[in-house]
């Protein structure tokens, strides 16, 4: 999981964040802003500072917000002056919108505030749907509007041109006021409180937010427009309400809370995906009615709230039905705020010490928790020069916070009485410099009770180093400098807490005597809190969090890093032991070898009961019996042989096969049997393996890791993959690799693909692309970058299959979707009820199998729900508001819109369903990726950079820095410029790279190098014969693409006959290598097919033949790896044509020399 | 060479010690008795892998001179239940190879060694270690949950040196929660030559209360701190004929160099005068 902030306020109005993965508090540099209130989501921070003004904290990303700006010029042509500006009267603008209604001059766009900056000057559009246009960008019609095309015809009487220009938000990491402008001028009152959420609400605009803040006067205030592009938002809009209201909370979803002054509750109802500020309140008691609730916190499906006696409350019931829960349950602890965060985590500032607390073991099972436990780590300015300034001032900003809370209670008691309690809080907090200089004189009575809550609250350090004092037996240096502090401050507590200047000033010589003592530690080392947000925190129940004991924190962080910093397989320990065995063996074994062995080798069956396929008439899971014998081959390698034994018609009968003839062990998707298939070179080429089922997905697992370490014993292979391995994916998701024989290039006699042992690795990925020199990386299928970390086994190879320290936890979301059908009669309009003919009415997508929310299950036994059915809006062709869309019958195109030709309408609801397993790939946060490829470069210093592109999955095109064999995954992105999305890259010898945008046009990148690792500009390269473009790969010399049919092509644009392919790959040394649709065997089809192509030759990039390998559901493949030198075998006859491109680049021989080859090799 | 971990627990399986069977000089034969010579597996027990020396000896002998077999090392009785690695480090480190062991079939020294009339005899011994081990690591709980036939493959594993065929099962009994980064309490046991007492075993756990990883040098401070004392070196700490670096930390030990009775069987022995 990548690491996330959780943000908070001390009581000095400081901002901090604490890292998921960090020990110690952050400050926020922007240091010149005291701030009240933070609210968090991940990609931003909004806050209200002292000045009661709302501001905005974006944080950086490697790829920058920017916004394209466009305006069309128009032309109309005429006999004097050709094409000219001199339009028609009737006609559109001369600078306008795409549609030509809207007037648009070039110097008509404004930055839409100060944070943003041109990027560039504007410039013409060269691409017109795919296709370049000619010099200058114009495109021709026959009149406005009409259908436009890039040539110029006879009857073209008017043209235009695409302008772009884009603008970049450039206040990131930093806090941009946002000014307090509602539709129709200034607010009247300053900000008092403010939350912000509703993501998962629409991912339509992409990154959409709701914000909602409460003025000072109780009003409740909802900005709208803010999304990925404007992540400022547009403006407020004001919302009607019952009361007046203290504080609001929003959660991710459509759960949006607020307090009233009264110490009830208001709920928002009827907000939807097209209503986001909702529609009405309702009220919603106190949890105890004679003590008012002052705060609220709200998340996707729980509600938490602190009454005034600082009780926490937890909302039973919640759910999106019912967004006002069934009744209030008290929960254990003083709180005075609370703040939920992502996954329903549950962060809380206790009222005894303000100490940070989180809500450990909230599950989505158990939304409330089981206990508080203290966030407890350093801040980063924790050793201060002189600390008697802080001390002073903790006494009197203690003294404020406190009073906030009594002050509420106060006044909301007296609210009937008391005339205008805000004024009394904006007193307070617009006071606070004030108070701060005089905290120890100050008249106003709530204070006169402060001095010994601050005596209270600020605990004596003893407790915050306890865990050290625990510890310390075994260190007696430690347990005296603890115990001086705690007499120390015992001492100075009370002191403190009068105010008394002179006692502060001793105190202040101590504390520094202390710190000389200890540097880290003083005595006002506790943090006192005000605001806690973690809205932007990403932790679950699993997460492993190092805040919860400063001082083993730091010691098991120092640890940690030792242990980083030397590798544990470098430690001189672990080098020592390795070597004494090596020694042993040679001493106590190499010279007694003659010696009898005292137990003889023996077979060793194992066994078990399976089910298996039996893949003729009547086709059943039948219930065999199954064995695996093992033994020592003849050359002491160990091999086996696999029975499965069956009856038919009353005869006993026996399957087997050879596990040194065996290709491949793959699991196979099947939503309720834990089933997996057994193929050898045979099988393969026949399409026919065993299919077998084992009872529990356990048994299974056993069995498939006995049976993969068997095979790879056979063949002499262990330990991770080598570095030329090739890597495939099948549409389980499950990884295979397969090391290369250089026989496979072989010319002209390759070993045939089918013969290839694959091994799975554990993970789950969609794609995965690699280099010849080790650098893998992989995506998974919620697009989450992975990189390979040099290890193997995870999953479901435990213990001896698999590598110990280099495999960690992976997971990966995907949706699951059902299709709801209807069809419109005459009398009730669109019903559930079809035709007899029609398809299911919960249906797939093809109509052909139903498809219930309630039968519908997970791919496979491994994936759990993790989100309810929804409607998914985001299909292509568009939809209506509820998610509908029309044609005219099943099966046609459908679109977004209803005519009065549509009899039926279909929409798509979507499921997530999550799965975690383990395998040695580390997660590379931040940014999902669509496609990645990996420069394959021969040998190279560790480094040396070596280029690595990808695209993300909004379409940026991302260049990555800092990869070199230390550092696969990089340091950081560096963004390329696109006027469109792109999905395909593919980076080839001498750094060419080539890309596809979405449109389907084809892109080279100028200029990359090694001194210029992104390039500089792109090149349209025009699509054969106008097909549109899906995927790209480059080898040294030649370039291959896939079109949308899934024909393959050549730079010269030879087209194959028409195979579809699903993903080639291509690598230097001209290997050819794509998964195929439909491969037909001897006994069954097989689809998603591992195929070479043979005979492929610098000189003939079509090569001759297809060669079929492992296939059915297999989705990727990756041959980049393999640089393996085939050995060739010169005939005579294609001697002349025949130049191993190997030899190219390594040692390019003189012509002579090659001619004399033949003789050399006689 | 070893590169990996896994590597580790292949060497300590495969380790083998070449041993020299002499019969005792005492004993009465029909014809001279030749020696026997044999590759002892370190991680088994005598009374287990030494049916050939027997048989051997046998030949020559006449049944009713023939009692139950034991074994001596320079007049040291060798004790079956403990596994044959320790024995040979305990009694013989430091020695010329092969190990010569003389075979006794009369006056079985019952007060230093148990009978083993069978091999459920050894089986029971091994299986109660692996229990107990697991009562300290696990409170029970793998073993406990495994099957019968997980414990039967445990033993057959042993018995027949599949090395495969053990680990299949042995490493549940290794597995532990990663928040705890380590077995409750490390099962180990602590020889001492110069002692009367057999061994020493303690409660001593993996990691300190305040999250320290402990180490081999931590556990002989706690449990025996002569074995370490900073006088020149008296004393060699030996697991599985080799002798760790003090500070290799005691869980990785407990992993990695365990016998198949998953105890960490340590012994600390004088060390060599030259």
Same mark, same amino acid.
């Given at each position: 999981?990548?690491?996330?902030?959780?943000?908070?306020?001390?009581?000095?109005?400081?901002?901090?964040?604490?890292?998921?993965?960090?020990?110690?508090?952050?400050?926020?540099?922007?240091?010149?802003?005291?701030?009240?209130?933070?609210?968090?989501?991940?990609?931003?921070?909004?806050?209200?500072?002292?000045?009661?003004?709302?501001?905005?904290?974006?944080?950086?990303?490697?790829?920058?917000?920017?916004?394209?700006?466009?305006?069309?010029?128009?032309?109309?042509?005429?006999?004097?002056?050709?094409?000219?500006?001199?339009?028609?009267?009737?006609?559109?603008?001369?600078?306008?919108?795409?549609?030509?209604?809207?007037?648009?001059?070039?110097?008509?766009?404004?930055?839409?505030?100060?944070?943003?900056?041109?990027?560039?000057?504007?410039?013409?559009?060269?691409?017109?749907?795919?296709?370049?246009?000619?010099?200058?960008?114009?495109?021709?019609?026959?009149?406005?509007?009409?259908?436009?095309?890039?040539?110029?015809?006879?009857?073209?009487?008017?043209?235009?041109?695409?302008?772009?220009?884009?603008?970049?938000?450039?206040?990131?990491?930093?806090?941009?006021?946002?000014?307090?402008?509602?539709?129709?001028?200034?607010?009247?009152?300053?900000?008092?409180?403010?939350?912000?959420?509703?993501?998962?609400?629409?991912?339509?605009?992409?990154?959409?937010?709701?914000?909602?803040?409460?003025?000072?006067?109780?009003?409740?205030?909802?900005?709208?427009?803010?999304?990925?592009?404007?992540?400022?938002?547009?403006?407020?809009?004001?919302?009607?309400?019952?009361?007046?209201?203290?504080?609001?909370?929003?959660?991710?979803?459509?759960?949006?809370?607020?307090?009233?002054?009264?110490?009830?509750?208001?709920?928002?109802?009827?907000?939807?995906?097209?209503?986001?500020?909702?529609?009405?309140?309702?009220?919603?008691?106190?949890?105890?009615?004679?003590?008012?609730?002052?705060?609220?916190?709200?998340?996707?499906?729980?509600?938490?709230?602190?009454?005034?006696?600082?009780?926490?409350?937890?909302?039973?019931?919640?759910?999106?039905?019912?967004?006002?829960?069934?009744?209030?349950?008290?929960?254990?602890?003083?709180?005075?705020?609370?703040?939920?965060?992502?996954?329903?985590?549950?962060?809380?500032?206790?009222?005894?010490?303000?100490?940070?607390?989180?809500?450990?073991?909230?599950?989505?099972?158990?939304?409330?928790?089981?206990?508080?436990?203290?966030?407890?780590?350093?801040?980063?300015?924790?050793?201060?020069?002189?600390?008697?300034?802080?001390?002073?001032?903790?006494?009197?900003?203690?003294?404020?916070?406190?009073?906030?809370?009594?002050?509420?209670?106060?006044?909301?008691?007296?609210?009937?009485?008391?005339?205008?309690?805000?004024?009394?809080?904006?007193?307070?907090?617009?006071?606070?410099?004030?108070?701060?200089?005089?905290?120890?004189?100050?008249?106003?009575?709530?204070?006169?009770?402060?001095?010994?809550?601050?005596?209270?609250?600020?605990?004596?350090?003893?407790?915050?180093?306890?865990?050290?004092?625990?510890?310390?037996?075994?260190?007696?240096?430690?347990?005296?400098?603890?115990?001086?502090?705690?007499?120390?401050?015992?001492?100075?507590?009370?002191?403190?807490?009068?105010?008394?200047?002179?006692?502060?000033?001793?105190?202040?010589?101590?504390?520094?005597?202390?710190?000389?003592?200890?540097?880290?530690?003083?005595?006002?080392?506790?943090?006192?809190?005000?605001?806690?947000?973690?809205?932007?925190?990403?932790?679950?129940?699993?997460?492993?969090?190092?805040?919860?004991?400063?001082?083993?924190?730091?010691?098991?962080?120092?640890?940690?890093?030792?242990?980083?910093?030397?590798?544990?397989?470098?430690?001189?320990?672990?080098?020592?032991?390795?070597?004494?065995?090596?020694?042993?063996?040679?001493?106590?074994?190499?010279?007694?070898?003659?010696?009898?062995?005292?137990?003889?080798?023996?077979?060793?069956?194992?066994?078990?009961?399976?089910?298996?396929?039996?893949?003729?008439?009547?086709?059943?899971?039948?219930?065999?019996?199954?064995?695996?014998?093992?033994?020592?081959?003849?050359?002491?390698?160990?091999?086996?042989?696999?029975?499965?034994?069956?009856?038919?018609?009353?005869?006993?009968?026996?399957?087997?096969?050879?596990?040194?003839?065996?290709?491949?062990?793959?699991?196979?998707?099947?939503?309720?049997?834990?089933?997996?298939?057994?193929?050898?070179?045979?099988?393969?080429?026949?399409?026919?393996?065993?299919?077998?089922?084992?009872?529990?997905?356990?048994?299974?697992?056993?069995?498939?890791?006995?049976?993969?370490?068997?095979?790879?014993?056979?063949?002499?292979?262990?330990?991770?993959?080598?570095?030329?391995?090739?890597?495939?994916?099948?549409?389980?998701?499950?990884?295979?690799?397969?090391?290369?024989?250089?026989?496979?290039?072989?010319?002209?006699?390759?070993?045939?693909?089918?013969?290839?042992?694959?091994?799975?690795?554990?993970?789950?990925?969609?794609?995965?692309?690699?280099?010849?020199?080790?650098?893998?990386?992989?995506?998974?299928?919620?697009?989450?970058?992975?990189?390979?970390?040099?290890?193997?086994?995870?999953?479901?190879?435990?213990?001896?299959?698999?590598?110990?320290?280099?495999?960690?936890?992976?997971?990966?979301?995907?949706?699951?979707?059902?299709?709801?059908?209807?069809?419109?009669?005459?009398?009730?309009?669109?019903?559930?009820?079809?035709?007899?003919?029609?398809?299911?009415?919960?249906?797939?997508?093809?109509?052909?199998?139903?498809?219930?929310?309630?039968?519908?299950?997970?791919?496979?036994?491994?994936?759990?729900?993790?989100?309810?059915?929804?409607?998914?809006?985001?299909?292509?062709?568009?939809?209506?508001?509820?998610?509908?869309?029309?044609?005219?019958?099943?099966?046609?195109?459908?679109?977004?819109?209803?005519?009065?030709?549509?009899?039926?309408?279909?929409?798509?609801?979507?499921?997530?369903?999550?799965?975690?397993?383990?395998?040695?790939?580390?997660?590379?946060?931040?940014?999902?990726?669509?496609?990645?490829?990996?420069?394959?470069?021969?040998?190279?210093?560790?480094?040396?950079?070596?280029?690595?592109?990808?695209?993300?999955?909004?379409?940026?095109?991302?260049?990555?820095?800092?990869?070199?064999?230390?550092?696969?995954?990089?340091?950081?992105?560096?963004?390329?410029?696109?006027?469109?999305?792109?999905?395909?890259?593919?980076?080839?010898?001498?750094?060419?790279?080539?890309?596809?945008?979405?449109?389907?046009?084809?892109?080279?990148?100028?200029?990359?190098?090694?001194?210029?690792?992104?390039?500089?500009?792109?090149?349209?390269?025009?699509?054969?014969?106008?097909?549109?473009?899906?995927?790209?790969?480059?080898?040294?010399?030649?370039?291959?693409?896939?079109?949308?049919?899934?024909?393959?092509?050549?730079?010269?644009?030879?087209?194959?006959?028409?195979?579809?392919?699903?993903?080639?790959?291509?690598?230097?040394?001209?290997?050819?290598?794509?998964?195929?649709?439909?491969?037909?065997?001897?006994?069954?089809?097989?689809?998603?097919?591992?195929?070479?192509?043979?005979?492929?030759?610098?000189?003939?990039?079509?090569?001759?033949?297809?060669?079929?390998?492992?296939?059915?559901?297999?989705?990727?493949?990756?041959?980049?790896?393999?640089?393996?030198?085939?050995?060739?075998?010169?005939?005579?006859?294609?001697?002349?044509?025949?130049?191993?491109?190997?030899?190219?680049?390594?040692?390019?021989?003189?012509?002579?020399?090659?001619?004399?080859?033949?003789?050399?090799?006689? | 060479?070893?590169?990996?971990?896994?590597?580790?627990?292949?060497?300590?399986?495969?380790?083998?010690?070449?041993?020299?069977?002499?019969?005792?000089?005492?004993?009465?034969?029909?014809?001279?008795?030749?020696?026997?010579?044999?590759?002892?597996?370190?991680?088994?027990?005598?009374?287990?892998?030494?049916?050939?020396?027997?048989?051997?000896?046998?030949?020559?002998?006449?049944?009713?001179?023939?009692?139950?077999?034991?074994?001596?090392?320079?007049?040291?009785?060798?004790?079956?239940?403990?596994?044959?690695?320790?024995?040979?480090?305990?009694?013989?480190?430091?020695?010329?190879?092969?190990?010569?062991?003389?075979?006794?079939?009369?006056?079985?020294?019952?007060?230093?060694?148990?009978?083993?009339?069978?091999?459920?005899?050894?089986?029971?011994?091994?299986?109660?270690?692996?229990?107990?081990? =697991?009562? $300290? !690591?696990?409170?029970?709980? &793998?073993?406990?949950?495994?099957?019968? #036939?997980?414990?039967?493959?445990?033993?057959? %594993?042993?018995?027949?040196?599949?090395?495969?065929?053990?680990?299949?099962?042995?490493?549940?009994?290794?597995?532990?929660?990663?928040?705890?980064?380590?077995?409750?309490?490390?099962?180990?046991?602590?020889?001492?030559?110069?002692?009367?007492?057999?061994?020493?075993?303690?409660?001593?756990?993996?990691?300190?209360?305040?999250?320290?990883?402990?180490?081999?040098? =931590?556990? $002989? !401070?706690?449990?025996?701190? &002569?074995?370490?004392?900073?006088?020149? #070196?008296?004393?060699?700490?030996?697991?599985? %004929?080799?002798?760790?670096?003090?500070?290799?930390?005691?869980?990785?030990?407990?992993?990695?160099?365990?016998?198949?009775?998953?105890?960490?069987?340590?012994?600390?022995?004088?060390?060599?005068?030259?």
């Amino acid at each position: 999981m990548p690491v996330s902030l959780l943000w908070a306020v001390d009581v000095y109005g400081r901002v901090f964040s604490l890292s998921t993965g960090g020990q110690q508090w952050e400050h926020c540099c922007d240091a010149v802003l005291e701030f009240k209130r933070l609210t968090a989501v991940q990609q931003c921070c909004w806050g209200i500072a002292c000045d009661h003004h709302i501001y905005l904290n974006v944080h950086a990303s490697d790829v920058p917000i920017r916004y394209q700006e466009e305006a069309y010029e128009n032309q109309r042509w005429n006999p004097v002056d050709n094409f000219s500006d001199r339009l028609l009267p009737s006609d559109r603008w001369q600078w306008s919108d795409i549609t030509g209604l809207e007037h648009k001059p070039l110097d008509g766009f404004l930055l839409p505030s100060t944070n943003w900056e041109w990027e560039g000057d504007w410039y013409i559009d060269e691409n017109f749907g795919g296709e370049p246009t000619e010099k200058g960008g114009w495109t021709y019609a026959i009149d406005f509007p009409a259908t436009y095309t890039i040539d110029k015809k006879w009857n073209s009487c008017v043209r235009r041109r695409r302008w772009i220009r884009y603008r970049r938000y450039k206040a990131t990491d930093t806090w941009a006021k946002i000014p307090s402008e509602g539709q129709s001028g200034p607010l009247p009152d300053p900000f008092n409180d403010i939350s912000c959420g509703g993501w998962e609400i629409s991912e339509e605009p992409r990154g959409r937010l709701s914000l909602w803040a409460v003025s000072l006067q109780g009003k409740v205030w909802f900005r709208g427009g803010i999304h990925h592009h404007t992540p400022e938002g547009m403006s407020w809009e004001e919302v009607s309400l019952p009361g007046e209201v203290v504080q609001i909370s929003c959660g991710p979803g459509d759960l949006v809370w607020a307090v009233l002054w009264e110490g009830q509750l208001i709920v928002r109802e009827g907000i939807t995906r097209d209503c986001p500020q909702g529609s009405s309140w309702v009220v919603v008691d106190s949890p105890n009615p004679e003590v008012g609730t002052i705060h609220v916190a709200v998340g996707v499906s729980v509600v938490w709230a602190v009454t005034k006696d600082n009780k926490v409350w937890f909302r039973r019931g919640i759910n999106s039905h019912n967004p006002c829960g069934s009744g209030w349950i008290g929960m254990v602890g003083e709180m005075v705020m609370i703040s939920v965060g992502l996954n329903d985590q549950v962060w809380a500032i206790s009222r005894e010490d303000r100490a940070v607390y989180f809500r450990q073991g909230v599950t989505s099972t158990e939304l409330s928790g089981k206990a508080w436990k203290a966030v407890s780590v350093p801040r980063d300015g924790d050793i201060r020069p002189n600390s008697s300034t802080s001390t002073s001032s903790l006494h009197s900003a203690g003294c404020f916070f406190s009073g906030e809370v009594r002050a509420q209670s106060v006044m909301s008691e007296d609210s009937d009485t008391e005339a205008d309690p805000q004024r009394a809080v904006h007193e307070m907090l617009s006071d606070r410099e004030t108070k701060r200089d005089g905290a120890a004189a100050t008249s106003i009575p709530e204070e006169e009770v402060t001095p010994g809550d601050a005596e209270a609250k600020s605990p004596p350090p003893a407790l915050v180093l306890s865990p050290s004092q625990s510890g310390g037996p075994g260190d007696p240096q430690w347990s005296t400098v603890d115990l001086e502090e705690a007499q120390t401050h015992l001492a100075v507590g009370p002191a403190a807490g009068r105010g008394d200047s002179s006692d502060t000033c001793s105190l202040s010589s101590v504390v520094t005597c202390m710190l000389g003592l200890e540097g880290l530690y003083g005595p006002d080392d506790h943090p006192l809190w005000a605001w806690v947000s973690g809205g932007g925190c990403a932790v679950d129940c699993h997460t492993q969090l190092n805040w919860f004991n400063s001082v083993t924190a730091l010691t098991s962080s120092i640890q940690a890093m030792s242990l980083s910093v030397s590798p544990a397989q470098t430690a001189a320990w672990r080098k020592q032991i390795f070597e004494q065995l090596n020694e042993r063996s040679k001493r106590e074994i190499d010279n007694f070898k003659h010696y009898e062995q005292a137990i003889e080798q023996s077979v060793w069956v194992k066994k078990g009961t399976m089910q298996w396929w039996r893949d003729w008439k009547p086709h059943k899971w039948v219930d065999v019996r199954f064995a695996l014998e093992q033994f020592s081959g003849p050359e002491g390698h160990k091999d086996g042989i696999v029975f499965l034994y069956y009856n038919f018609n009353e005869e006993k009968k026996y399957l087997h096969a050879f596990i040194n003839e065996v290709t491949i062990l793959v699991p196979v998707l099947n939503d309720s049997k834990h089933t997996f298939a057994i193929y050898t070179a045979e099988r393969t080429k026949q399409r026919w393996p065993i299919k077998l089922a084992a009872a529990t997905e356990m048994e299974m697992h056993d069995w498939l890791a006995l049976l993969s370490v068997s095979c790879c014993d056979s063949r002499g292979i262990q330990g991770p993959p080598s570095k030329q391995a090739i890597w495939s994916i099948t549409c389980k998701g499950d990884i295979f690799v397969s090391e290369p024989w250089p026989s496979l290039e072989a010319c002209p006699y390759p070993t045939p693909c089918d013969q290839m042992f694959w091994r799975q690795v554990g993970g789950h990925l969609r794609l995965v692309e690699c280099n010849s020199v080790g650098v893998v990386w992989g995506l998974g299928y919620d697009h989450t970058a992975w990189v390979y970390t040099g290890g193997y086994g995870g999953g479901f190879f435990q213990g001896l299959a698999s590598s110990t320290d280099n495999i960690f936890t992976q997971t990966d979301v995907k949706s699951v979707y059902i299709y709801e059908n209807q069809r419109w009669n005459p009398v009730t309009g669109y019903t559930s009820r079809g035709l007899p003919t029609d398809r299911y009415m919960w249906s797939d997508a093809t109509g052909l199998h139903e498809c219930t929310k309630a039968s519908t299950k997970p791919p496979s036994p491994h994936w759990t729900w993790v989100t309810e059915w929804a409607v998914d809006y985001g299909v292509s062709g568009g939809t209506d508001r509820e998610g509908w869309q029309y044609a005219a019958d099943f099966p046609t195109s459908y679109h977004g819109y209803k005519t009065l030709k549509d009899f039926v309408r279909r929409r798509r609801w979507a499921r997530k369903c999550k799965l975690t397993t383990t395998g040695p790939w580390q997660e590379v946060p931040p940014i999902p990726l669509s496609d990645v490829t990996i420069l394959p470069c021969g040998d190279q210093s560790v480094v040396e950079q070596i280029p690595l592109w990808a695209i993300s999955n909004k379409g940026d095109v991302l260049c990555r820095l800092g990869v070199t064999l230390l550092t696969p995954a990089g340091t950081s992105w560096l963004h390329v410029g696109t006027d469109q999305p792109f999905k395909s890259i593919s980076i080839g010898g001498a750094s060419q790279v080539w890309a596809i945008a979405r449109d389907g046009s084809a892109f080279y990148r100028g200029s990359v190098s090694t001194q210029n690792p992104a390039g500089d500009c792109w090149y349209h390269i025009p699509s054969p014969a106008r097909q549109k473009l899906k995927q790209v790969s480059v080898g040294r010399t030649s370039v291959y693409t896939v079109d949308e049919n899934g024909t393959e092509m050549f730079p010269r644009y030879y087209s194959f006959a028409r195979l579809s392919v699903y993903v080639f790959n291509v690598a230097l040394s001209v290997q050819v290598w794509i998964i195929a649709d439909k491969v037909q065997g001897s006994h069954s089809l097989s689809c998603g097919t591992v195929c070479h192509r043979l005979g492929v030759q610098p000189m003939e990039p079509k090569g001759q033949a297809w060669d079929y390998g492992i296939g059915g559901g297999w989705d990727h493949i990756t041959v980049r790896g393999n640089n393996i030198e085939a050995p060739r075998v010169r005939m005579p006859s294609l001697t002349d044509a025949l130049r191993p491109p190997s030899t190219l680049a390594a040692r390019p021989l003189p012509a002579g020399n090659t001619e004399n080859g033949n003789a050399v090799q006689c | 060479m070893i590169a990996d971990d896994k590597d580790v627990l292949r060497d300590v399986w495969f380790g083998r010690i070449p041993t020299c069977f002499t019969l005792y000089q005492d004993e009465v034969t029909e014809r001279e008795a030749e020696p026997f010579y044999l590759l002892l597996p370190r991680v088994s027990y005598l009374t287990l892998v030494t049916d050939k020396v027997k048989k051997h000896f046998l030949k020559v002998m006449k049944a009713e001179d023939v009692e139950e077999i034991w074994f001596e090392y320079e007049g040291t009785p060798l004790k079956w239940h403990y596994p044959i690695g320790l024995l040979f480090d305990l009694h013989a480190s430091n020695t010329s190879l092969p190990w010569s062991i003389t075979v006794h079939f009369k006056n079985f020294p019952e007060r230093d060694l148990l009978h083993c009339p069978c091999n459920s005899v050894i089986e029971a011994h091994f299986m109660s270690s692996i229990k107990e081990a =697991d009562a $300290l !690591k696990h409170k029970s709980q &793998v073993i406990n949950d495994m099957q019968k #036939k997980d414990h039967k493959q445990l033993w057959m %594993g042993l018995q027949n040196d599949k090395f495969d065929q053990f680990w299949a099962i042995n490493r549940k009994l290794m597995e532990y929660p990663t928040e705890e980064g380590g077995f409750r309490y490390i099962p180990f046991r602590i020889y001492l030559t110069m002692s009367d007492r057999p061994f020493i075993q303690k409660l001593f756990r993996p990691i300190s209360p305040d999250g320290h990883t402990h180490t081999l040098g =931590d556990l $002989l !401070k706690e449990v025996y701190p &002569v074995a370490i004392a900073n006088e020149a #070196k008296r004393y060699q700490v030996v697991i599985h %004929g080799i002798e760790p670096l003090l500070e290799t930390p005691l869980q990785w030990l407990s992993e990695h160099l365990s016998h198949p009775d998953n105890f960490l069987h340590i012994s600390v022995i004088p060390a060599p005068s030259d």
